[in-house]
C-alpha cells in the first residue's frame, strides 16, 4: 500500500467513524406523537422535523454503504479501479471523493448518455 492509498484509507475509516456517530445520533432521537399538540403549527413542526430527520437518516445510512464498500475495496485490492472498465482512477477524484466507484470519463458516460435513472429517487436505489 503506498503512502497515498493509506491517506485515502484513513479519510474512508474518518468518515466512517463520522458517519456512524451520526447514524446513532439520529437513530436514537425519541419523537413526540405528532397529535399531541393542542396547535397545529406544533404538530406541523414535528412532523417536519421527524421526516428531515428520517430522510437525513437514509441519506447517511447510503453514504456509509458506498463508504464500507470502499474499505472492502482496500482489502480485495480493486480499490481505486473502475467498476466499469478497470482502468486506474485518477488520484485527485479519489482525493475528492474516496468513495468514487467509476473513473471521471465512466462517470460522466453513466450521467449522460444511457446510465442509470439519475432522477429523484437514483440516490435510494443505489444508483449514485
Partial sequence: MTRDDARLKRLLEEEQARLRGDIDHL??????RIASSNHMAENATAAYDQASN????????HRLQRVERALAKFDNGSYGYCENCGQPIDFA??????????????QRQRETMGGRNLGPRAL????I
Fill in 93 to 106: 477524484r479519489l482525493k475528492a471523493l474516496p468513495d468514487a466507484r467509476f473513473c471521471l470519463h465512466c
Fill in 54 to 61: 428520517q430522510a437525513l437518516l437514509k441519506q447517511l445510512q
Fill in 27 to 32: 437513530s436514537n432521537i425519541k419523537y413526540r
Fill in 124 to 127: 435510494e436505489q443505489g444508483d
